[in-house]
């Protein structure tokens, strides 16, 4: 539990994720996923991004590819059971939101103020133990963003000390929701999968309804077609900003545009997809992915993703 120790009289605040690695529940790894190249993105953008490869696994998954299989599993066995399941990532964005900080509004308009994220973050903890029951958090969660004091052991030589991912874990604590090794996935095993052959291959003659903001519905057909898997699309539009703290007043008029024989969502949200996720799955009772990034690629839209990511290029055999 996070709380205090005494050391030499001195009150020290304990930190969740420094517990879950002192208790061997968590530990930092590289992650590798064996047909993934990350070398070309970091050609294209820098090569500190590499220090990204490095990030938190359950000590019961002891590789990348593990978890892609565990990630494959579940979907599939979702969409068979008609099982809900969200599956939602979290990053720098919902780190700022989930601080109350207006810098949630980097790539995209999140929140209009700190009083519309005061006013909807119940909403956002409901949803948050819905998720953590039924469904799977992806943060990103490195060494670089996990520096809890000035003597962490992971903290990296010459780098700006940077706690977003350790204080969005005390937050989630703090809410009574707990990290485990069934809830938790790696943010970028998410894109991995998505982008991978097993997905798609898994995914053909399926029924997908993707939401977002925007969408080309040929170039999403024809991303599909290149890796041979023909999925039945639908397109639902949601808006472009503030999903995050206006959900409520919009998703009854977007989740009854889900067609009833839709067997898995996309969805592109940015902040709210943690919203949209848990009550589209829960509707449909079908996996609701928040694929971000991936829809921009679907779309032939990385410009608004500011490039390439990590773990979404597949070497060619």
Not at 149 to 162: A, T, Y
Not at 204 to 231: M, V
Request: contains cysteine.
């Amino acid at each position: 539990m996070r709380g205090t120790e005494t050391t030499g009289g001195v009150l020290q605040e304990t930190r969740y994720l420094e517990e879950l690695i002192f208790r061997r529940q968590f530990r930092f790894d590289r992650l590798v996923i064996t047909g993934i190249d990350n070398e070309e993105v970091a050609r294209v953008s820098s090569p500190g991004i590499l220090r990204e490869e490095c990030c938190l696994f359950a000590n019961s998954v002891f590789s990348g590819d593990q978890y892609l299989r565990q990630l494959h599993q579940r979907l599939a066995g979702a969409m068979q059971q008609r099982i809900p399941l969200p599956v939602v990532r979290f990053a720098d964005g919902e780190y700022a939101f989930y601080r109350s900080s207006l810098e949630c509004n980097g790539l995209y308009h999140q929140a209009e103020s700190l009083e519309a994220i005061r006013k909807t973050m119940s909403q956002h903890i409901a949803a948050f133990k819905d998720l953590t029951t039924s469904g799977i958090l992806a943060p990103l969660i490195f060494p670089g963003n996990s520096q809890t004091s000035p003597e962490s052991p992971f903290l990296f030589r010459k780098e700006k000390r940077d706690s977003t991912a350790a204080d969005f874990l005390n937050f989630l604590h703090g809410q009574g929701i707990h990290l485990t090794a069934d809830n938790y996935v790696p943010f970028y095993v998410v894109y991995a999968y998505l982008s991978s052959p097993e997905f798609a291959a898994a995914v053909c003659g399926k029924n997908i309804c993707i939401l977002n903001s925007d969408f080309n519905e040929q170039s999403c057909r024809e991303w599909f077609a290149r890796q041979n898997s023909k999925p039945a699309l639908t397109f639902v539009e949601i808006p472009r900003e503030y999903v995050a703290t206006r959900w409520e007043s919009i998703k009854t008029l977007i989740l009854q545009k889900i067609p009833r024989k839709t067997d898995l969502c996309l969805v592109g949200a940015g902040v709210g997809a943690l919203l949209v996720c848990c009550d589209a799955a829960k509707l449909c009772s079908v996996p609701a992915i928040d694929a971000g990034h991936i829809l921009n690629m679907m779309n032939n839209r990385l410009d608004k993703s500011n490039g390439a990511r990590l773990y979404c290029l597949w070497k060619k055999k």
